[in-house]
């Protein structure tokens, strides 16, 4: 109850002692109350042990344990919450990274498919209107998120995916 009446905003003193998790996140500490939590198998206790952390990583992993177990509205409560308290919101994936069966952007998939043409990082650097550096860091996140060694395996495998087009 200690735990619900400090996130309503009432910071009563403790009388009874308190299980170990309970007392780390009244405490504010996050990721040793998630240990905890995760230690006697108690995902969604962790998940509201990192939901208050200052660090950004801890909401993220708050956010992605509450999806992985259904727990939709218990996560738009925890952003709402972060918002309101002042607290980073992490944004994650936008809606067409999430489509993408690999988790590319939009801006990825252009990369790609201009790669698949056979064109040359300052030929694609040109196309859209980028810089080279700019275009070699796209293809490394197309290379890491395809799980390819290099760029002809990735447009292989994108084709394979369906991420791309056949030319």
């Known amino acids: 109850m200690s735990w619900w009446l400090y996130l309503a905003g009432e910071h009563r003193p403790v009388r009874d002692p308190l299980a170990r998790p309970y007392s780390l996140m009244l405490a504010g500490e996050h990721r040793a109350a998630a240990e905890e939590w995760e230690a006697v198998g108690c995902p969604l206790w962790k998940a509201y042990a990192l939901a208050f952390s200052p660090q950004t990583r801890d909401a993220q992993e708050s956010l992605d344990i509450?999806?992985?177990?259904?727990?939709?509205?218990?996560?738009?409560?925890?952003?709402?919450?972060?918002?309101?308290?002042?607290?980073?919101?992490?944004?994650g994936p936008r809606p067409a990274s999430r489509a993408n069966p690999a988790g590319l952007t939009l801006r990825e998939v252009e990369v790609l498919e201009l790669l698949a043409d056979g064109l040359s990082y300052?030929?694609?650097?040109?196309?859209?209107?980028?810089?080279?550096?700019?275009?070699?860091?796209?293809v490394s996140a197309v290379l890491r998120k395809l799980q390819a060694p290099n760029r002809s395996r990735a447009v292989a495998t994108a084709l394979r995916l369906g991420i791309i087009p056949p030319r």
């Open 66 to 91: 509450l999806a992985g177990l259904g727990a939709s509205a218990v996560r738009h409560a925890v952003l709402r919450d972060r918002h309101a308290r002042g607290l980073a919101v992490p944004r």
């Open 122 to 138: 300052a030929d694609v650097a040109g196309q859209l209107v980028l810089s080279e550096k700019t275009v070699g860091h796209h």
